[in-house]
């Protein structure tokens, strides 16, 4: 079974500051990984992916992932954050069983952006 | 349409009544996946429909839980005497196909309060 850990249930950042949201995931074969964000009482919107390829993935609204596989990591950043990115963000590991292509997702980190 | 549509967006109800939840998936999309949102609990995967194969059910909590894809659209997750443990925001999604490399889109969700 895949699993994903995101640490911290809460991240706070000053407006104009590195965001760095972390994602550890558990897979015994080559991995799919997902962001998505969550603004309130909003579904879920993809972020960004990765399948194949480059191992640093760019996404909507200037954030960016990278694939370690040597650390099982795909952290989310952005170089310098904005009032509009307060939400929270989930990251998601394709879990590719028999017939299925569920989603396994982390229990999510809340950014908050303090002006 | 447009996106996933999903109904009701609220939902409150007494302990043991039966409750209705429906998905109007976007229009094309084969596969269709029910997750339950519970606070700090993350998504939990409940139920996969991929065109006219057998839905994957693996993730329903209980027997009180079922859901249906009529005609390959439009999905109902129905849950019998319902308990305040079920108490969640229960979201939708839709893929074009059941590929990981496929985006899920999902939508807003129903918020279900069980008195």
């Known amino acids: 079974a895949q699993s994903v850990t995101q640490l911290g249930s809460h991240v706070s950042v000053s407006e104009g500051a590195l965001v760095l949201l972390r994602c550890n995931y558990s897979?015994?074969?080559?991995?799919?990984l997902f962001w998505y964000v969550q603004y309130p009482n909003q579904g879920l919107q993809l972020l960004l992916k990765?399948?194949?390829?480059?191992?640093l993935v760019k996404g909507i609204n200037g954030f960016e992932a990278e694939f370690k596989k040597s650390e099982t990591s795909f952290h989310l950043t952005k170089p310098s954050a904005h009032m509009s990115d307060a939400a929270e963000y989930f990251c998601?590991?394709?879990?590719?069983?028999?017939?299925?292509?569920?989603?396994?997702f982390g229990k999510g980190t809340k950014l908050s952006v303090i002006p | 349409g447009a996106g996933v549509s999903q109904s009701p967006s609220n939902k409150v109800t007494e302990k043991g009544k039966d409750v209705e939840l429906r998905c109007d998936p976007i229009s094309g999309h084969t596969a269709l996946y029910w997750y339950r949102q519970s606070l700090g609990q993350g998504l939990e995967f409940l139920i996969y429909?991929?065109?006219?194969?057998?839905?994957?059910k693996s993730g329903l909590p209980s027997d009180r839980f079922s859901a249906e894809r009529t005609g390959g659209s439009v999905s109902t997750l129905t849950i019998q005497r319902t308990q305040q443990e079920d108490s969640a925001v229960y979201l939708c999604?839709?893929?074009?196909?059941?590929?990981?490399?496929?985006?899920?889109?999902f939508g807003a969700g129903s918020r279900l309060t069980v008195l």
């Open positions: 429909f991929q065109g006219n194969s057998a839905p994957d």
């Open positions: 990765y399948t194949t390829g480059a191992t």
């Open positions: 897979s015994s074969v080559p991995p799919y």
């Open positions: 999604a839709s893929s074009q196909t059941g590929s990981g490399a496929n985006v899920l889109t």
């Open positions: 998601a590991v394709l879990n590719s069983g028999a017939g299925s292509y569920q989603l396994t």
